[in-house]
Structure formats: structure tokens, C-alpha cells
């Protein structure tokens, strides 16, 4: 479990979402073998929060990238036919569309959601390399979600002017904040 997954589940849950961590989506063969990658381990979803009043699910990938140049425009933006890189989810269609068919029925099987639940796509970002909003407008125009290192930031500060709770990313943000 990545640890900026956990502040960013905390920074959910403060925003009214049920979250899980490291959700894998139990692909058939069948489904690995029509996105062309039929010996592919299940995909793991970093993060998912639910918002029962919007009937919304948002399945987060988390990158940190705190000691790299950061989350690059260029590949994010890419498209591939087989699931390719560090950005599977958005660069390709066919395992995106798979990956949450079988996402929305693993968890309407569980009881977890409905079939009306809306999924969306979105990242959290804690480092960017070159503009944010290119990234952001880019994500927008896709209909997903973007945490930019900015928002993130605005939220870890939010976070600390909320009541103590014995959670380290609020114990954190609450000494960084001081």
C-alpha cells in the first residue's frame, strides 16, 4: 500500500467518499485476452470513492511522483491499443472500457454499488512536470477528475484546520500547518 494512496484516501474521505485501497478487478480470460494481454495480472485500482449521494464512483490512480519530474502531459495523453506504461487507465480505450465493465460488476455483485452508479475516471498528482492546467483541461474535456499538487496542497491545509482525529494525515497536516 503507497502511502500518498492513503492520504489521498483520507483527503476523499473528508469529502464525503467510502474509499478502498489497492482494488483489484478480477478480469476473465476471456477479458485479458480482448484487451491483448491474456497473461496480465489483475488490474489494481489505487484508489475508489463512493459518494452515495451522487451515486458516483470515482477510481482514482495516485501518483506521488515526489522525487521524479513528475506526471508528464505527453504520456498521459498517449494512446496505445494494448494497455502500455504508467497510465493504462487513461492512454488506453479498450482496457479502460474492459477494466470498468468488469469493475462495475465485481462491485454491483458485492453489493457495494448499483447499476446506476456512474463511474469516473480520476488522478491525484503530487508532482507535475511542466503545467498543471494543461493537464487539468485535458482531463476535463475527457469528462475525469484532476488533483494537481495545488489542490492537493488546499486540501492537506483544509485538512488541518478539521477536528483532531488520530489519523497521520491529519496529525501532518495539522503540524505542517501550524
Not at 485501497?21 to 489494481?44: A, D
Request: glycine fraction near 6%.
Amino acid at each position: 500500500m503507497d502511502q500518498f494512496e492513503t492520504v489521498i484516501s483520507t483527503l476523499m474521505e473528508k469529502e464525503n467518499y467510502w474509499v478502498r485501497q489497492s482494488f483489484k478487478v478480477c478480469l476473465t480470460k476471456e477479458e485479458k485476452t480482448q484487451i491483448g494481454k491474456p497473461n496480465m495480472p489483475r488490474p489494481e485500482i489505487d484508489v475508489l470513492g463512493l459518494d452515495f449521494a451522487r451515486n458516483e464512483l470515482l477510481v482514482m490512480e495516485v501518483k506521488s511522483y515526489l522525487d521524479s519530474p513528475g506526471v508528464r502531459f505527453n504520456r498521459l495523453t498517449e494512446i496505445h491499443d494494448t494497455p502500455t506504461g504508467k497510465y493504462k487507465l487513461f492512454t488506453c480505450v479498450r482496457y479502460r472500457e474492459i477494466t470498468f465493465s468488469r469493475l462495475r460488476r465485481n462491485l454491483v455483485a458485492a453489493g457495494m454499488i448499483n447499476q446506476d452508479t456512474k463511474l469516473i475516471l480520476g488522478l491525484a498528482a503530487g508532482k507535475v512536470h511542466g503545467g498543471e492546467e494543461k493537464i487539468r483541461n485535458w482531463m476535463e474535456s475527457q469528462g475525469w477528475l484532476f488533483w494537481a499538487p495545488k489542490d492537493i496542497k488546499n486540501k492537506l491545509s483544509d485538512l488541518a484546520k478539521s477536528d483532531y482525529e488520530n489519523n497521520v494525515s491529519v496529525i501532518t497536516a495539522k503540524i505542517l500547518n501550524r
